[in-house]
């Protein structure tokens, strides 16, 4: 599904260059429950980044659904991003104004459905996470939680075939972040979307079925863990 050819990228400050990647080479198959881990500046959310679309390479191929990532202009970047991945953030990144249900179904406005398909998509991606019932409560009203419950059906009700997530646990309690860990390893199976993470939480390691290992811009060790 996707594939990084020698993946380099260098940020310049003025005259100062700073490499954040250094030939990567990976390929992620359809499905895959990948963790990418390292420590604070190893390069993971660069790496993140590349995957999603949200940033360019300096150097290699990004292969992405049988696509040249570099070859793509900025429309046809935007719609892969739109139609084909999903995001979820540390700070779960919800509208404050709109309810859970709102959060969700805004996810679905530029895919041109009909106003029944996106509220019986919407719901039914609610209750699947858990959260039937307060689809009208607005993220103030709902816990850490209940909050990364709304982010991950906002990332999932596009039905898209990648979700990457950006240290989902971060802000959560052990035991919340362990439920989850829990639901999404559950969604990846019921929906076979692929779920790439960028972590330093040992927990989301745990779950992971194959955990890569940056350090200094580098893949260090990639090994199949279940």
Do not use: W
């Not at 076979?192 to 200094?216: C, G, K, N, Y």
């Amino acid at each position: 599904m996707i594939k990084l050819e020698d993946v380099s990228k260098t940020y310049r400050v003025g005259k100062l260059e700073v490499k954040a990647l250094k030939k990567i080479s990976l390929d992620i198959p359809e499905k895959d429950f990948l963790a990418i881990a390292g420590p604070s500046g190893s390069g993971k959310t660069t790496l993140l980044n590349l995957i999603g679309c949200l940033d360019t390479c300096s150097e290699g191929e990004i292969i992405i659904a049988g696509k040249r990532i570099r070859e793509l202009k900025k429309d046809e970047l935007s719609l892969l991003r739109r139609h084909k991945i999903g995001f979820i953030f540390q700070s779960f990144n919800l509208i404050p104004v709109l309810t859970a249900y709102e959060n969700v179904s805004f996810a679905l406005a530029l895919l041109k459905l009909s106003s029944v398909e996106i509220r019986r998509r919407s719901l039914e991606l609610l209750a699947e996470v858990g959260l039937a019932g307060l689809e009208n409560r607005f993220p103030h009203e709902l816990s850490g939680g209940q909050q990364q419950r709304v982010a991950i059906a906002r990332a999932l009700v596009k039905k898209p075939a990648l979700v990457l997530a950006d240290e989902p646990t971060a802000n959560l309690d052990s035991e919340t972040g362990k439920e989850i860990l829990k639901l999404m390893q559950e969604l990846n199976l019921r929906h076979e979307t692929t779920f790439v993470f960028s972590t330093h939480d040992p927990m989301v390691m745990d779950f992971a079925q194959r955990l890569i290992r940056l350090h200094d811009g580098s893949i260090v060790s990639d090994e199949r863990c279940k």
